[in-house]
């Protein structure tokens, strides 16, 4: 009893004396805004732009991927969409083809635009079904993207509840996540 005793005051003076550990998540997409200012499109720029985030993500299969994603992402891209940072558009390439081995479908809907500055934001809807699930999960979210002088994507920054669109329809941690949620 005196090792438990003593095993668990060392434990709270070890956690009591190294203070409030902080944990920056804005300071990689602040440093990627920082190396890809982007640029402002002209309006026929603007619409082409955004149409070809619309028909990317209208229907996602491994033949639509290969086929978009060089006119659609800038060989460095910048991508974060809450489940996974990525740089490269080959990284993000092999992340989107990976998506049809889990899912039955993806298909995103967009549902409108603005622009502030040389950063565009696009608010959506998407629905996915996982492979074995028995509904659709919708999501709703805002991607803020950035665009080169062709009008490619060099920072994808998506703002969404992955915990709704995701973690909650895995297998036990979903319960958990449902679980946390209803606490607080």
Known sequence: MKRISAGLLM????????????????APVVEAEAARPGVVLDAEAERK???RFDAFF??????????????FYAPDVYFNDTLKTLRGRQAVEA?????????????GKTLDHSRSGA???????????????????RTMGVTLLRFDKEGRVV??????????????????????????????
């Open 49 to 51: 732009a955004i149409g």
């Open 95 to 107: 992340y989107f083809l990976r998506m049809p081995e889990h899912t039955d479908f993806v298909r």
């Open 58 to 71: 209208a229907d996602v299969s491994v033949e639509s991927i290969r086929s978009q994603i060089d006119g």
């Open 155 to 184: 920072l994808h920054q998506d703002f969404w509840d992955s915990s709704a669109g995701f973690y909650e329809h895995l297998p036990v941690l979903g319960g958990v996540m449902r679980w946390i949620k209803s606490k607080i």
């Open 11 to 26: 434990a709270v003076l070890l956690c009591g004396c190294a203070g409030p550990a902080v944990y920056d998540h804005a």
């Open 119 to 137: 950063n565009y934001y696009v608010r959506w809807i998407l629905d996915v079904r996982y492979k074995g699930a028995k509904e659709t999960v």
